[in-house]
C-alpha cells in the first residue's frame, strides 16, 4: 500500500484494498467513478488526502489561525514585498549598494536559468511555514494511474488561476504530499523566465525548485531522464485574465509548444487538473480593463489581473485538488511533424476533458463547464 506517515490515501485500487488495516485510513466523501483499463479492467485512482495534523491545524482558530492567514496572505505579495525590501535596503544602508547592483546583474546571468534544474533546496521546501500554507490550502492529490519514475513526464497543469499557487503549494512544497504520491519522480515547476529575474522572489522561486519555461530549459531538464520531469502551466498569463470563482475557462487550443518538447524528448504527457485553483479569488472584470490588459499582457508577456480577496488580498480559505490523469504514452521523435503535433494535442485534450467530466462531480460540483478556447 502506497502510503507514507503525513499522509492517508483514501482510497486504493480495488486489487489492494483487503491491505487496508485501518478504516481510519479512508475518507467517507463520495469515491471517484472507476476507470476502465486498457485491459478491460476497472481501475479506481489512488487518493491521497492531506495529512492529519494538516487537516487539524486547518480547522484550529486562535493564534493558529491567524498564522495561517497571514502566511497565505504573505504568499499573495511576495512577487512585490521582497523588491520593495530590496529597495528599502539599497536606500537605506549606503555600504550595501554595490553588493546589490552586482546582485541585480547576477540574476539576469545566472546559469540556473536556463540549467534544467534550477537551485532547488530541500530545507527551503521543508520549512515549517509550509504546514500552515498547506492548512491554509488542504492539497488532495489524485492519480489515476501509478508513474513509473524511470520514465520522464511532462505535466501540462491548469487552470493557470491569479497566482498560479499550484505551482508553489502543490509542487513547491513538501508538504503537499505530491513528492510521496509521485515517489521517485522529480517535478520541476516551469516559470516565465522575466520572473527569475526579479531579484529575491526568482532566488524562492528556484529554491522551491522552479525552471525556466523556455526550450533550452525545458529540453535540459527532459533529456536527464532518470524521473526529472516538468509540470508547466500551459494557459500562461493570458489564462490568468478569464480566472475567477466558478469559471474554468482555460486557454489550450492553440497551446501546442508542450506538446512538441514531449515527443522530441520522448516525455509521456500527464494532463493534470487543480480544483480551487480558480476559486481563490474574485478578479475585477471590466470592458475597458480587460482592453489594457490585454494589450499589456501582448506587449510584456505577463498580465495583471485585477483581484481581490476577502478583505483585500487576503485569499479564500480553498482546498487544492490536483487530479494526475492517465499518462499519454509519447514515442520519442526529434522532428515531430505538423500532423503529429495536432495529433498528440488532440488526444491531450480529449484526456483533459475526460478527467474533468470525471472529477468535477466530486470535487468541484458548483463548478462551469469546461471551455476550452
Known amino acids: 500500500m502506497f502510503v507514507s506517515d503525513s499522509m492517508q490515501m483514501r482510497e486504493e485500487p480495488a486489487s489492494s484494498k483487503e491491505s487496508t488495516s485501518s478504516a481510519a485510513n479512508k475518507s467517507d466523501s463520495p ?25 487539524q491545524l486547518s480547522q484550529e482558530g486562535g493564534i493558529s489561525m491567524v498564522i ?54 530541500q530545507w527551503v521546501r521543508a520549512l515549517s511555514i509550509w504546514k500552515y500554507v498547506n492548512a491554509y490550502f488542504p492539497v488532495r492529490i489524485v492519480l489515476e494511474k501509478r508513474l513509473d519514475p524511470s520514465n520522464s513526464y511532462l505535466f501540462g497543469v491548469s487552470p493557470h488561476g491569479i497566482l498560479c499557487y499550484s505551482g508553489q503549494v502543490v509542487m513547491g512544497s513538501l508538504r503537499s504530499g505530491m513528492d510521496e504520491a509521485l515517489k521517485g519522480i522529480t517535478v520541476h515547476p516551469a516559470g516565465l523566465r522575466h520572473a527569475l529575474t526579479v531579484p529575491i522572489f526568482r532566488d524562492y522561486l528556484l529554491a522551491i525548485g522552479t525552471i525556466s519555461s523556455s526550450r533550452t530549459s525545458i529540453r535540459k531538464c527532459l533529456a536527464r531522464g532518470n524521473g526529472h520531469s516538468v509540470g508547466i502551466v500551459i494557459g500562461g498569463a493570458k489564462e490568468s485574465l478569464y480566472t475567477n470563482r466558478g469559471s474554468r475557462q482555460l486557454i489550450l487550443k492553440n497551446r501546442k509548444g508542450f506538446v ?96 474533468y467530466a470525471r472529477f468535477k462531480p466530486i470535487y468541484d460540483p458548483e463548478g462551469d463547464d469546461l471551455v476550452i478556447a
Open 31 to 55: 469515491r471517484p467513478p472507476p476507470l476502465e483499463g486498457r485491459d478491460g479492467g476497472m481501475e479506481e485512482p489512488y487518493v491521497f488526502e492531506p495529512s492529519k495534523d494538516i487537516l
Open 68 to 121: 495561517q492567514t497571514f502566511l497565505a496572505t504573505l504568499f499573495t505579495a511576495l512577487v512585490l514585498v521582497m523588491p520593495l525590501l530590496l529597495i528599502y535596503i539599497f536606500v537605506q544602508v549606503s555600504w550595501a549598494r554595490i553588493p546589490i547592483v552586482g546582485y541585480i546583474a547576477f540574476c539576469f546571468v545566472d546559469p540556473a536559468l536556463d540549467n534544467g534544474v534550477g537551485r532547488r533546496m
Open 260 to 355: 512538441r518538447e514531449a515527443i522530441m524528448a520522448g516525455a509521456h504527457l500527464v494532463p493534470t487538473f487543480v480544483f480551487g485553483e480558480n476559486d481563490i479569488f474574485w478578479q475585477v472584470e471590466h470592458p475597458l480593463l480587460r482592453r489594457l490588459q490585454r494589450w499589456m499582457q501582448s506587449k510584456m508577456m505577463f498580465a495583471l489581473p485585477v483581484f481581490y480577496g476577502r478583505f483585500g488580498l487576503i485569499p479564500r480559505r480553498t482546498q487544492l485538488t490536483a487530479v494526475f490523469g492517465s499518462p499519454l504514452l509519447v514515442v520519442k521523435n526529434p522532428n515531430p511533424s505538423h500532423d503529429e503535433i495536432n495529433r498528440v494535442h488532440a488526444q491531450y485534450l480529449g484526456e483533459l476533458r475526460r478527467i
